[in-house]
């Protein structure tokens, strides 16, 4: 099973974007699907993540009000649609699922809990 991210680009401050991350390869149950992001000369840091079966999302304060995660279960793909993005948002997205749910809600924040991840696509946010 590979996950493969795509959407990133070059936007200027304000700009909308989406992300997409497609599953392919042998059938596996998202049931927790998530992004983080890395920054140039940072760590790895999480973006957003919940359970594809109910309305539990949780979202960094960074993001919150402005991403939206969602999935498409028919193309087994899910999504991040980021709105009025800032320099701030550039760094590589990586997507990440699992295929239980996490028993607590710190886990869905450590990304060591997820199983797959995909390959990241870059975001740059000009100024």
């Known amino acids: 099973v590979q996950l493969q991210a795509s959407g990133g680009g070059l936007v200027q401050a304000g700009d909308s974007l989406s992300l997409s991350c497609a599953a392919s390869?042998?059938?596996?149950?998202?049931?927790?699907m998530g992004w983080f992001r890395q920054a140039p000369g940072r760590e790895r840091e999480f973006v957003v993540a919940g359970n594809t079966n109910s309305a539990r999302t949780y979202y960094a304060d960074s993001v919150k009000g402005r991403f939206t995660i969602s999935r498409d279960n028919a193309k087994n793909t899910m999504y991040l649609q980021m709105n009025n993005l800032k320099p701030e948002d550039t760094a590589v997205y990586y997507c990440?699922?699992?295929?239980?749910?996490?028993?607590?809600?710190?886990?869905?924040?450590?990304?060591?809990?997820?199983?797959?991840w995909g390959q990241g696509t870059l975001v740059t946010v000009s100024s």
């Open positions: 990440a699922t699992a295929s239980r749910p996490f028993a607590s809600m710190r886990a869905y924040y450590t990304g060591a809990n997820y199983e797959l």
């Open positions: 390869g042998r059938p596996f149950y998202m049931a927790v």
